[in-house]
């Protein structure tokens, strides 16, 4: 018996279970002897305390329905169970900001100024300029540069004026997996909170093998309290660029698993 009481009287159809994904509810079907009201069962505190928990399975008491009947009256005490199963991995589009450059169309007449040794107007501006993705192309264009400013040392003659100026960065698509577990210490959910902004490798990264942990960024970590165990989400986004080392440090607490 849960919560003994010599009022109450465990009936032979109890307990009943019931679970969802989440929660085991746990239903104790008492008779009321003495034909106690739910009022007097109240004022004498022969019910539990909210919050407490079950003796033999450990559930926490969510609270109660008394019913009226001929015979005897019956209370039916609730409790509730929190299965702490596997983490559950999910993932779903993202976005983030990326340096223009990163763009797979980009061009160098986006963002920079082409300059010239000479006025313009000597001659016409060079074929490669419509075309050029990177500095390299100025290798066998001398006299030219490529700059974010309109005068650069003998680079004085503005040939052609960037297309995009100011447009540094572009929404770049992404993927997030999200991790989410339960945990019944609070030192091992506590411990994810330091990890934001940490390197780390889901152990659920939805096919992308060939990544490494520098290719996920853990972007957010939340913590709530679930009626005395401990939630835990956790957002890892994915770079196919990988991301800057010297930024961001790899994780020092692992990811558990499945």
């Given amino acids: 018996m849960s919560f003994p009481n010599a009022l109450l009287v465990e009936q032979a159809n109890s307990p009943s279970l019931r679970e969802d994904f989440n929660y085991k509810y746990i239903t104790r079907i008492f008779a009321v002897t003495g034909r106690q009201t739910e009022a007097q069962l109240k004022q004498g505190e022969y019910l539990p305390a909210v919050g407490s928990k079950d003796s033999e399975t450990d559930a926490l008491y969510m609270g ?3 019913e009226s009947s ?10 509730r169970y929190r299965f702490l199963r596997d983490a559950i991995y999910e993932a779903h589009d993202a976005s983030y900001e990326a340096p223009i450059e990163k763009h797979t169309d980009f061009l160098m007449k986006w963002k920079y100024n082409l300059l010239g040794k000479v006025a313009k107007g000597t001659s016409s501006v060079p074929a490669f300029a419509a075309t050029a993705t990177d500095y390299s192309d100025l290798i066998t264009n001398d006299g030219y540069t490529w700059s974010t400013e309109t005068l650069k040392g003998d680079y004085k003659y503005l040939w052609q004026a960037a297309e995009k100026l100011g447009v540094n960065n572009f929404l770049r698509s992404a993927v997030v997996v999200t991790k989410r577990k339960v945990y019944d210490e609070q030192s091992l959910a506590e411990a994810w909170i330091a990890q934001s902004g940490s390197l780390q490798k889901p152990v659920n990264n939805f096919g992308f093998t060939s990544s490494t942990y520098e290719n996920w960024l853990i972007r957010d970590v ?10 835990v989400s956790v957002e890892y986004l994915y770079n196919p660029d990988k991301w800057d080392s010297d930024i961001y440090t790899e994780a020092d607490f692992e990811d558990d698993g499945l």
Avoid: I, M, N, S
């Fill in 70 to 79: 001929v015979g005897y009256p019956t209370v039916k005490l609730q409790y």
């Fill in 222 to 231: 939340r913590l709530a309290d679930d009626d005395g165990w401990y939630a």
């Fill in 64 to 66: 109660y329905e008394y």
